[in-house]
């Protein structure tokens, strides 16, 4: 089922996807879960759409992240950036 899921995401390694693909053709049952998978993944990114982080968890991320590049890359400061509208993302699969 994992492996059917990363199908319907895009996310199955390219090695893996026609051994799949063909046992999908060659299932009704393996076809339905696809579609069922693809339906899962299609309603997770319409449900992120215009949902984004508050402007608070947004601005500790920020320093979080400067500090650490700070300590990786001590010689370079980090910019205060200006913040625009950005999507939420709920993880790489999801676009």
């Known amino acids: 089922m994992a492996e059917l899921a990363a199908l319907a995401d ?3 390694a390219p090695e893996r996807r026609a051994a799949l693909e063909a046992r999908v053709a060659t299932s009704s049952e393996l076809a339905d ?3 069922e998978q693809q339906r899962a993944v299609a309603l997770a990114r319409s449900a992120v759409n215009g949902v ?4 608070a968890l947004r601005a500790r991320i920020d320093k979080l992240l400067c500090r650490w590049a700070m300590a990786v890359r001590p010689a370079e400061r ?3 950036r ?4 950005r999507p939420a993302r709920i993880g790489p699969w999801l676009h």
């Not at 200006?82 to 509208?85: G, I, Q, S």
């Open 78 to 80: 980090c910019a205060r």
């Open 10 to 12: 895009g996310s199955l």
């Open 33 to 35: 879960r696809l579609v």
């Open 52 to 55: 984004e982080a508050p402007e």
């Open 82 to 85: 200006t913040r625009r509208a």
